[in-house]
């Protein structure tokens, strides 16, 4: 048995070296599952906990062509948690059980949604930077070895893309407009730039599953190498914006051809990870409360399609 | 200052008329915003996945329709406001919607209720208005009436699983058909407005309207095993700017940037 286990893990690995796509029928080594399963529904509940913070400014969008673009936005990211939460089903997990280890507190979610939406301008942010900072993360996924995954990645990538442009646009108007809504520009962005930072996870070394990750292709880049792409990739956004991006270490390194900035407040994102970011609490009770209050519609549902069933069973 | 950007002619009539048909078209594109708002606000707090994904597409499908209507109702005043002029700048008295979309969510089925008794007017309405000698208002008509032949299916389907699924649902949604169905008549009921542009040609005449939306009411209910109220005394004013207190609040929200910030572009 020991040999023959062996031998299909072997063979496995090939695969994905092969870049192969693995599919749900395939065999599979039960770490890489349980993995997958991680991941995927993490990402999943942090688009279903990120239509928070956004949904916080629909009803007061200053016009209505934003109010539409937002709503639309956000129901984008209600699709997005549809396929991902698909795309782990494939795996064996149920969404009712992963959207219960949620709401348990188990399951973790993008720690940037622990984060409160304070003025319009933050919308803008949030699709520049952390919609910038998905797709960062994202773009590579599309290639990543589990196929319903990539797929559902492809999906999502072409959305974000148009999130991402929707919220320069937005912050492109206020830079463009009144001096208060310049400076409500520079305030979001002074709050939302290390919290985007932190998005990219910890530092190499401290994050222990990178290395099995990379090899099987479930992750593609590490995380000191993505933010590194994300600084470089945004500091001359700013530039164009005319906004200044909080970091006083923050300079051009010619040598490595890229930027060198500050260290990410680490105390703070273990504390957020943790449970204590400023709306973690509010954020998971907001998503209680939607599935305690909708139990009964849930309820209904099922015994009216049973009496349905039984009514054409009957005829 | 202001060009038309519309290519259908604006209609040839006289003004008076022309002034009932910007109120009318500004009550529609009201009725549209108000609606879509409050659905809007279950945006992220639905009771399933896919009905937050079903509302939030019923809300930009009505927010679509409003801004048609306000684009429209801004180019027949003719005095260079926009939609966000008409649509963040207005008090709630000069607001001329029903009382019906303006009540807020409640549970899901207060939400149902309201959006059925709604749409069964709406998707009548809009086959009516289709045909209206206004080529613009039946324009929007012909696109409009699309989507909310797809919203009435959403919220008969609704109608049918709570009031034929369990108790507790059926206890809900029977509590929401009386706390909803008095606000029902107002959206059949004319206003002088209303009367001046069904005797000019323009709009048709509400009777036959209501007599589809009862008709389907009656056929959803039933299938749902509901009974249809008999005898409601129907509340009326919204169409004239006599609101329920529940509007003020939703314009507070809804227009406070553009209180905070006048003038300024987003």
């Known amino acids: 048995m020991e040999t023959l286990e062996l031998t299909q893990e072997e063979q496995f690995q090939a695969r994905i070296d092969e870049d192969i796509r693995i599919e749900p029928k395939d065999w599979m080594p039960e770490a890489y599952r349980k993995t997958l399963i991680r991941q995927i529904s993490q990402h999943a509940h942090s688009e279903l906990v990120g239509m928070l913070p956004e949904g916080n400014w629909i009803t007061r969008a200053p016009s209505l062509k934003r109010k539409s673009i937002l709503l639309a936005k956000v129901q984008d990211e209600a699709g997005h948690g549809l396929y991902l939460y698909s795309a782990a089903e494939t795996l064996g997990a149920s969404r009712d059980q992963m959207l219960a280890d949620l709401h348990s507190g188990k399951a973790k979610y993008s720690s940037i949604f622990n984060y409160p939406t304070l003025s319009w301008a933050d919308m803008g942010t949030i699709g520049w930077l952390v919609d910038g900072a998905a797709i960062l993360n994202q773009v590579p996924l599309c290639r990543t070895s589990y196929g319903p995954y990539a797929r559902a990645m492809v999906r999502v990538c072409k959305e974000e893309s148009f999130h991402q442009r929707q919220g320069f646009e937005i912050m492109q108007t206020l830079c463009e407009g009144a001096p208060e809504q310049k400076a409500m520009a520079q305030e979001a962005l002074n709050r939302w730039w290390w919290p985007t930072l932190m998005m990219f996870g910890p530092k190499d070394a401290d994050s222990p599953n990178t290395e099995q990750s990379m090899k099987w292709r479930i992750k593609r880049f590490t995380n000191d190498e993505l933010r590194q792409k994300f600084v470089d990739m945004m500091v001359p956004q700013a530039e164009f914006l005319g906004l200044t991006v909080p970091d006083d270490k923050l300079q051009w390194n010619e040598a490595k051809q890229g930027y060198d900035f500050g260290d990410v407040d680490w105390a703070e994102f273990w504390d957020v990870v943790k449970g204590n970011g400023p709306c973690s609490r509010e954020r998971l009770q907001a998503r209680t409360d939607a599935w305690e209050q909708g139990a009964w519609v849930r309820e209904a549902a099922l015994a009216h399609a049973a009496k349905r069933k039984q009514r054409a069973e009957a005829a | ?266």
């Open chain 2, 1 to 266: 200052m202001y060009a038309s950007t519309q290519s259908i002619a604006l209609p040839d009539v006289a003004p008076e008329v022309r002034q009932h048909l910007f109120e009318y078209v500004l009550q529609l594109a009201d009725t549209s915003l108000i609606l879509a708002h409050r659905l809007s606000e279950w945006c992220g707090h639905g009771p399933i996945l896919e009905q937050d994904l079903a509302m939030a597409n019923i809300s930009l499908d009505l927010l679509g329709e409003a801004r048609s209507y306000y684009q429209y109702a801004a180019e027949l005043e003719g005095r260079g406001r926009t939609e966000d002029d008409l649509a963040y700048l207005r008090s709630a008295v000069e607001y001329r919607n029903p009382l019906l979309v303006e009540q807020p969510n409640g549970d899901f089925a207060q939400t149902i209720v309201r959006q059925f008794l709604y749409d069964c007017f709406h998707y009548h309405l809009l086959l009516q208005l289709q045909a209206s000698p206004d080529r613009h208002l039946a324009g929007i008509a012909e696109k409009s009436v699309k989507e909310a032949a797809y919203h009435i299916k959403w919220s008969a389907e609704w109608i049918i699983r709570l009031g034929d699924g369990t108790d507790e649902s059926r206890r809900r949604v029977e509590a929401a058909i009386a706390s909803l169905w008095r606000y029902s008549g107002e959206l059949t009921t004319p206003t002088p407005t209303e009367q001046a542009l069904q005797a000019a040609g323009f709009l048709p005449d509400y009777a036959a309207i209501q007599q589809q939306a009862d008709t389907q009411v009656a056929r959803v209910f039933e299938e749902a095993t509901l009974t249809v109220p008999q005898g409601v005394f129907m509340q009326k004013g919204g169409k004239t700017g006599r609101h329920s207190e529940h509007l003020g609040y939703l314009l507070t929200e809804l227009q406070y940037m553009q209180r905070a910030y006048p003038g300024m572009k987003w």
